[in-house]
């Protein structure tokens, strides 16, 4: 992560573990939708461009594209950023959606670092934590909190990493912009907890171990028994 510029977080916005809690099956969710965006463009990649990397912005426009579609598959109301959220850098085209009156928004981050605003106000009012206001059906609601999740590629177009951010301080630049925390996401499957099968039939590899003792051990006294016999 190259952008390190963290500032003391206030009470009323969450931490890392905060949020997550919030989110519930959310970053598992993404993971999997991100992952299925990154394959898709690679397989893209791979027919029509064999030879040479895509343009970076049909990269990200492809991406986005898969992964609303993944996500919206799953429940999650993903939508496109307006084009206004960008300063002329179409690989940042984003996602935005809203979960447990949280504001999430899903960035092109290299590295886990937060990109500039531009001169986009609509984004720098995200990254200084002003709330929004939406609707959820005819419910009005308020954001209590603005999370930036990024993601990058890696050069064979695999999902590099998943990056949760709270943004504090925003700026035209990469360098001018700040966050309160910003930590990778683990991935779905470090944190699965894998047990033995149990067959309560009495089968299963302990249960086949414990006869063929049994048998050994037999075929012994009966070899002692014929011995003395």
Known sequence: ???????????????????????????????????????????????????????????????????????????????????????????????????????????????????????????????????????VGSQPRRSVANLVLLWDLTPSYDLAGLWLTLPAKSGMRQQDVSAYWCESLEHPAEHVNVTPDVDPSGGGLGNLIEPLDNENAQEKNDRRQDSTG
């Open 1 to 135: 992560m190259t952008q390190i510029t963290l500032l003391s977080r206030p009470d009323d916005l969450p931490s890392f573990e905060q949020a997550l809690q919030s989110l519930e099956r959310v970053p598992d969710i993404l993971f999997r939708g991100l992952e299925n965006a990154a394959y898709r463009t690679s397989r893209f990649k791979t027919k029509e461009s064999p030879t040479k990397p895509l343009d970076a912005g049909l990269t990200a426009s492809l991406f986005r594209f898969h992964a609303i579609e993944f996500l919206q598959s799953e429940g999650i109301d993903a939508q496109p950023d307006e084009w206004k959220w960008t300063f002329n850098k179409l690989p940042f085209l984003g996602i935005s959606f809203y979960y447990a009156n949280h504001h999430i928004r899903i960035l092109k981050g290299p590295g886990g670092s937060l990109p500039g605003c531009g001169i986009s106000r609509r984004k720098a009012r995200f990254y200084r934590q002003l709330p929004t206001n939406y609707l």
